[in-house]
């Protein structure tokens, strides 16, 4: 099983980025789908899930109103648009595929990772 993670890289406090996750849709179609991210020297943190079909999603409260998870099942892909970035923000985003259909919020909700890509927010 693979995770291809994209879309990460160097941005300034206040801009953008959009990353992009695909999956084989034999493991994702069905199940609910999520990015973390580990900061240097921190703990893995959940930043945002999507359900099975993308009705339900569900962010931290740090990152809501400034970040958008979606979907698409016809490219078994999940993204994660980042607006208003801010330095505390840099970390390596990690995707991943849920054991179930619904949300969860911790790591061990998640069968599969992908390999992560880098956000670094400068100041």
């Known amino acids: 099983v693979q995770l291809q993670a994209s ?3 160097l941005v300034q406090a206040g801009g953008s980025l ?3 996750c695909a999956a084989s849709k034999r493991t994702s ?3 609910a789908m999520g990015w973390f ?4 020297g921190k703990e893995r943190e959940f930043v945002a899930a999507i359900n099975w079909n993308g009705g339900s999603t569900i962010y931290t409260d740090s990152v809501r109103d400034r970040f958008t998870i979606s979907r698409d099942s016809t490219k078994n892909t999940v993204d994660l648009q980042m607006n208003s970035l801010k330095p505390e923000d840099s ?3 990690y995707c991943a595929v849920g054991y179930a259909s619904n949300v969860a ?3 061990r909700g998640y069968a599969y990772w992908g390999q992560g890509t880098l956000v670094t927010v400068s100041s």
């Not at 991210?37 to 240097?40: E, F, H, L, V």
């Open 105 to 107: 919020t911790t790591g």
């Open 29 to 31: 179609s069905n199940n």
């Open 18 to 20: 959009r990353l992009s």
């Open 37 to 40: 991210r580990r900061a240097p």
């Open 7 to 9: 879309g990460g890289g």
């Open 91 to 93: 970390a390596v985003y």
